[in-house]
């Protein structure tokens, strides 16, 4: 088959006739018998498929004889050729679910416009306001579409190059012959592809494609996907059906779950069948619907497979040419000719919903990469997809896949464009489709009233409902600037139209107030209030839009006025009744919200008072009797319902329906609630105040007092609520229309009361505010006028706190606060006057004036009715008829008084007296006739001050006194004095009089104040120091008591010697201080003395390993100690054993008896999940809840002082030569000794020097012996408990006393957490001595003593065979077999075990030695001298290959000393010479940090006072001190020269060693000194840096595009792909997901991981245990987001990322995980082991 096969079919050329042509029918009859003869073959094997030998012959046989025949030569040239030359300015990368998506707040047309992270970070949005986002999938990258984008559409990367546009360049790009034939290919294949997709013929073909076959009995029997089974459901279907194994049913349902359908069996048509129904059988066992299934015919499944296969070869070919897309195109848009059938594409949407999830896939990508990448060709597919609207949306509500599977999804993509969207508004009427669209799938929902009613609904229906809402809120998004008569009229049918919807809500769902017994069932409210959610913006858009063109206005207003008029008819059948108060009446139908039907649903209604603040707004109003007559309007009519819903918003508020349960509760939370209030509680605010400003005031108040049902209440006596609160809600002006505000106020408004209640942070304002259709809330542009922000510290986040001159505006009775919000905020602002010293007076702040159409609101503060009611309320409060009123009202009624005199006063300062007709002073004065009027108002609040019960409104009452003067003083002042100006500023002066005597007061009230909190202030001190006094010793334990001692010890060296020696090594070594520790224990309370024969007291401990000071993370760690010797560490500090404490004590009983009752405990309540592992020993601190796995023994310093004349003679004896003879000595007559029977353990020394005749075996003991310290037996039990746990954990084996490791393990924690602690104090800057943590301090205290003290629990024997390897690198005439090399050591770590192990080799059978002070002064000296000649060694040697880079030529003795020692050294070596300066240099830097742990350990281990100089941070003073307290001569070199022919035979030993020796010669890299100090990688400061590289990160190890989950090891850098299949490990048999396992080498186990996509970090511990935290990213408003939920640009914040590194190499992440385990209990249920 080549290309000569589709060449045999030319044509008639320039021929557009697509189908029904004859040379089309040439070209597809042979396209046709090619595949009918290929693809059966190819896809012959679907149960077992080899997918890459498929595609092989996919496209040797058919693809590239294609492509050669479409391109006229070789493909790969010639789409080399069309790729070169850049294609579209359109992005179009399609989105996969995860990926990041970004939006810019500033330019982006509405929030759906998004960005793919190249094209974004190459956008000038990079340094706007963005937002980012986890992509749902399905989506596409706008970068491009200039409709899009307000500014900046195109990245630099879209951009069009300056030469040539890319337009003209694609178009010259194929030449006619090549458009020729793809016309003439493309309709072949995507026939085929259409008439594949859409075949229902389960076993036959098409005609045209079984020619050449003969047909074969071989089925398959297919398995679909659906969202309704489960994957487990599925596998046990599977297993039973087929009778498979676990993993083939695994393997099976993975597939169908990715590709939508799989065949599971194959063979003839009977036993494919019987499969069908076997599956069908099982699985409709498990749930109630079966799954589907299907037995297709091999070839029809072969074809149906390739078909798809053609999909993403277009698909591939649609990326290369814009004439490609438009061909494309132009056939899938082609109708056939006469045909009513839909054209091609039409076909694929309309069968979308029965095609499988791959099949589907491809055809969406198709769309994408062809039609959305052509303008012109996307509005044509736009017209197509309205034509198919309904049914396509029918279809997917009642399919089951998810929405991003669906065709419909498509929708977000075309109607956000502003000109398509008014195309299909003014030509094909989509408003109108989308709302008939909805009205027809609903009508299952409508009751017998034609209303909605969604009891008993299902959810994923009405979630698939929503997005044809969604639809109407996209078509929506860009009002129109210009109208034209046709939009117009389309726009309001559409209107109309959905007006039909609303009033099929309108009174929905109606409730009746439960009297006598509870509610049984709560009935389904959460629909109807999603829907009202989901239409909350889309009802305000509608407003906007109608509010953008007057004439329209007016108009959607008569129809939303006719819609409301045709809603309220129920009740018109009740007879009127008559209401009498105070002399006037209302007649008013009966109607009770407390015994009659109630809705809190009225769409219409609200919306209608939307337009009418809008015909208000826009001066419109004027006409508005053109469109409603007056007659018509009916306002009482209008009022009624909102009206109702308020009144029951305030019964529910007083708990009168407190047994229709809490879906009521609920209902009225949405109603009131940020969510939904703009159009529900707030219209009706607005419509209430229609009511006001339209109807007579005393009219309007008799009903709001009948529908409240308080008629009664003012009628006779009897009990009011405290409901009237609507009343001064009418007062809310904060709205644009009714005064005239802009939004900018209203948010600033909000935004003041919510800071009143307390400082916020940003995510907290923002969720308390209403967004608009594009997300957006306006916070940014008002909040700096409000608030300040102040930032956050190292936790916790940043918040806005209110400026002080926006406090004013507080209003107590601020409509949007809730009852504790309400309570909150008064109590905050009342606490803030009286720490001002001011008065607590709250009163409201002057409101703006109302609009011309609702000025007449303020006429109901001065009604007879009001006056009557405020009359009443406050003289039964002046009465004391205690049960007739309450605090709240009288404050409502105060707030109603101030509301009245503000408004008189605002009026009276405006205009002249005589044009204020406001008289609220004048009625509130006037006394009236009767008895019950006897008494005016004024008189009444004077006499409030007399109320007891109302204390705490005296200085409310005050202030409306004065209100009531200043406005009398107004009124008679305008009217005697001839200027109005001047009344102001008398006015003011007024003011200020009583202001003063007002100032005086409160001064003296200030003082008193002070007085007593001073008093307070005294007691409380002074209960303070006794608590010290008592409590002293209680939980301070050794570092005030040690302060003390340490005093006493300085006081008494000062008086016998001047200053004693700090000076820990050597004959001129100083005393140890001695402390007299008297702790604590936390478990009993009880004081003990520390004493070696005391029973133990022990400190909490914890150990790990750690690879916190790691110098190589690639070298592959041991996860098993079983074979592994610890006595050398290598000097790359691979891994360690950290021991750290948190510092606590207790009786060693005590602990154990606490343990018992834990494990007892745990035994007890088996299925109780515990946060520590019992079997390995962890337990929780008793006191601060660290988690510990053992105990630290606490062992007493012994002391030791030496007699400084005796060690000076022992100095001229005893020199280093000597030494070591006496050394060596000791070693070969033990080894002699142990050696009988057995062969000589030990090698023989080379023996050199040792000829000395007078040294004998015992020779050693000569410079003094003392006993050995006897332990008590509880302490010696406990020193083998401890030592355990380090061998157990450190090695990760088994418990076992008697390992002969336990000693080495030991040593090598006591160094290595020695090695930690040094490492983190300088990184820190803090100096060595003095600034330890009292529990580190404590720790390490307890730990160097322990080290020393476990020498006696070991045979003897055996410390001395770990000694004499360890001197192996030391001696110089002794060396081991297994003797490593000296770049092979840490020499600390030998330090360490030497001085430890050392005492060993004075043991005697009999007696039970140790060295005397003296003996171990030298013994510590020489051994120190010659670690450190080792060390140097090691620095020299690894800096030899080091090239000098500055010379700075230093010429110092140090220098020289240097030089002369390298000359020395190159004749062992042949090596190059390096000047002195340099090596000096690199030695005086390379050797600090082991001088700093050495100065630690020995002052640890003696007790001797370190220098002054050490306990503050100073680089030169501290060398000095150093080498002072180590006694070593600054200049370091010198030790060489005085040991000369000692060390001269090691030195030779050490340089001809061959690693040495390969390093010398650069053959390998030895490591260098200082080491390195280990940090947490270098984050990125930009969060969405991170991102770009998550979305560059390919999994090493599968190659499918599936969504990934890329983890950053913040300890190494490496990017993992966590949580899923493909990367998990087999490590000892169990699988761990890549993080955990990962951990296991590059932490130890313990390990820090940055989750990239959701912007957290997971802490993990072995298998077992994590937690999250959040990552050290904030956003501008000093908030982390977790999930990237809120989406603000996030910037790396140092101290929080540095807190984290303190984290780990303070060793407190377990820790961390434990804390945050025990308080976060959900993260039980994660499986961690995955991760
Ligand atoms: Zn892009
Ligand atoms: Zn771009
Ligand atoms: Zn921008
Ligand atoms: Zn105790
Ligand atoms: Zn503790
Ligand atoms: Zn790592
Ligand atoms: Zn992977």
Known sequence: FLVE??????????????????????????????????????????????????????????????????????????????????????????????????????????????????????????????????????????????????????????????????????????????????????????????????????????????????????????????EHHSYDHVIYSLQRALGCELGEAQLHTTAIDKEGRRAVKAGHYASCQEAKEEIKRHSENVSQRPLHVEVLHADVMAHQKFALRLGSWLNKLMSYSSDFRQIFCQICLKEEAGSEKPCFISKLMLWDARLHKGARKVLHELIFSSFFMEMEYKKLFAVEFVKYYKALQKEYISDDHDRVLSVTALSVQMFTVPTLARHLIEERNIITIITETLLEVLPEYLDKNDKFNFQGYSQDKLNRVYSVIFDLRYILVSKPTVWTDHLRERFLEGFVSFLRILTCMQGMEEIKRQIGQHIEVDPDWEAAIAIQMQLKNILLMFQEWCASDEELLLRSYRECHKAVMRCSTNGRSREKTVFHLCGHTLESRPYRVSADPVSIHLPLSRTLAGLHVRLSKTGAISRLHEFVSPEEFQVELLVEYPLRCLVLVAQVAAEMWRRNGLSLISQVFYYQDVKCREEMYDKDIIMLQIGASLMDPNQFLLLILQRYELADAFKKIKPTKDQVSSIFFCWERYVPGISNVTKEDVIMREIIHLLCIEPMAHSAITKSLPENESNETGLENVIDKVATFKKPGVSGHGVYELKDECLKEFNMFFYHYTKTQHSKAEHTQKKRRKQENRDEALPPPPPPDFSPAFSNVVRILNCDVMMHILRTLLQRAVELETHLWTEAMVQMVLHLLSLGLLEEKQQLQKSPEEEVTFDFYHKATRMGSSALNAVNVLMLVEKLK?????????????????????????????????????????????????????KAERKRKAEAARLHRQKIMAQMSALQR????????????????????????????????????????????????????????????????????????????????????????????????????????????????????????????????????????????????????????????????????????????????????????????????????????????????NAKGEKQSLPPFTNKGTGNSALEFHSILSFGVQSSAKYSSSIKEMLILFATTIYRVGLKVAPNEADSRIPMMTWSTCA????????????????????????????????????????TTSPQLLIQKHLVRLLGVLLPNYKGEDTPSLLEVDMFHVLVGTVLSFPSLYWEDAVDLQPSSVSSAYNHLYLFHLTTLAHIMQIVISSATESPTAHTSDNSEEAQSAQSFCREVCQYTSGQDIPGWLVWDCVKKGIMPYLRCAALFFHYLLGVSPPEELLQVSEEGQFKALCSYLSLPTNLFQLFHEYWDTVNPLLQRWCTDPVVLSCLKGKSIAIRYPRKRNHLIELPEDYSCLLNQASQFRCPRSSDDEQKHPVLCLFCGAML?????????????????????????????????????????????????????????????????????????????????????????????????????ETNQIFFGFNWQLL
């Open 5 to 226: 096969d589709f060449k045999g079919t030319e044509v008639v050329k320039n021929s557009r006739e697509i189908t029904g042509n004859p040379w089309f029918l040439g070209f597809y009859s042979t396209f046709l018998q090619c595949l009918a003869k290929h693809v059966p073959n190819i896809y012959s094997a679907e149960m077992d498929p080899l997918v890459e030998k498929q595609e092989e012959m996919v496209q040797a046989a058919i693809l590239y004889p294609l492509e050669c025949y479409l391109f006229g030569e070789d493909p790969d040239v010639f789409l080399e050729k069309l790729q070169q030359s850049g294609t579209s300015q359109l992005c179009g990368k399609v989105f996969k679910g995860g990926e990041t998506t970004y939006s810019c707040r500033d330019c982006a047309v509405d929030p759906t416009c998004v960005l793919c992270i190249d094209c974004f970070q190459n956008s000038i949005h990079k340094n706007h306001r963005y937002k980012m986002h986890s992509s749902t999938g399905g989506g596409f990258c706008d970068c491009g579409d200039t409709e899009a984008w307000k500014a900046g559409p195109l990245c630099s990367k879209h951009e069009p190059g300056a030469s040539s546009s890319p337009k003209e360049n694609s178009e010259c790009q194929l030449n006619e012959e090549i458009m020729e034939h793809s016309r003439r290919v493309f309709p072949s294949v995507i026939k085929y592809i259409v008439d594949m997709l859409i075949w229902e013929e389960e076993k036959e073909l098409p005609v045209e494609l079984t020619i050449s076959r003969e047909k074969v009995d071989s089925y398959y029997c297919v398995l679909f996907n659906d």
């Open 946 to 998: 007399r109320v007891p019960q109302l204390e705490a409104q005296k200085d409310t009452v005050n202030w409306i006194l004065q209100m009531f003067d200043m406005v009398k003083r107004l009124r008679e002042k305008s009217s005697l004095a001839t200027v109005g100006a001047a009344s102001g500023s008398e006015a003011t002066k007024g003011d200020e009089s009583t202001q003063d005597k007002e």
């Open 1026 to 1233: 006794n608590f010290i006094e008592t409590h002293k010793l209680l939980y301070e334990n050794t570092l005030e008591a040690q302060g003390k001692d340490d005093a006493i010890m300085e006081e008494e060296s000062t008086s016998s010697a001047i200053d004693y020696s700090r000076i820990a090594l050597g004959p001129k070594r100083g005393p140890s201080v001695i402390e007299k520790e008297v702790l604590t224990c936390i478990l009993c309370q009880e004081e003990q003395e520390v004493k070696l024969e005391s029973a133990a007291m022990v400190l909490s401990a914890c150990v790990q390993k750690s690879t916190a000071l790691t110098q190589n993370r690639s070298r592959i760690l041991e996860l098993s100690g079983d074979t592994l010797d610890p006595l050398f560490m290598h000097p790359d500090l691979p891994c360690g054993t950290h021991t750290g404490s948190c510092g606590h004590v207790m009786h060693a009983a005590c602990w154990q008896k606490y343990f018992e009752a834990i494990q007892l405990n745990f035994r007890q309540r088996l299925h109780v999940e515990q946060i520590f592992d019992l079997e390995n020993g962890e337990y929780l601190c008793p006191l601060c809840k660290s988690l510990c796995n053992t105990v630290i023994p606490i062992v007493p310093l012994q002391a030791q002082k030496i007699n400084s004349e005796d060690a000076e003679a022992v100095a001229q004896i005893l020199s280093l030569a000597r030494w070591l003879e006496i050394v060596t000595v000791r070693i070969s007559g033990y080894s002699v000794k």
């Open 1312 to 1351: 290595f957490t020695i090695q930690c602690i040094e490492n983190l104090l300088e990184t820190e800057g803090k100096p060595l001595f003095g600034s330890l943590q009292n529990r580190q301090h404590s720790g390490l205290k307890a730990l160097v003593q322990f080290a020393a003290a476990q020498r």
């Open 1617 to 1717: 792909c966590s949580q899923n299949t493909c990367c998990q490990e087999l490590v000892n048999g169990e699988e761990l997901g890549a993080c955990t396992s990962h951990a296991l080498q590059c932490g130890a186990g313990v390990c820090m991981f940055l989750k990239i996509r959701e912007c957290k970090v997971v802490l993990i511990e072995g298998k077992t245990r994590g937690c999250l935290y959040p990552a050290p990213y904030l956003d501008e408003y000093g908030e982390t987001d977790p999930g990237l939920t809120r989406g603000n640009p996030l910037h790396l914040c140092q101290e929080r990322y540095r807190k984290l590194h303190l984290l780990w190499q303070q060793h407190c992440i377990i820790e961390e995980i434990a804390r945050s385990q």
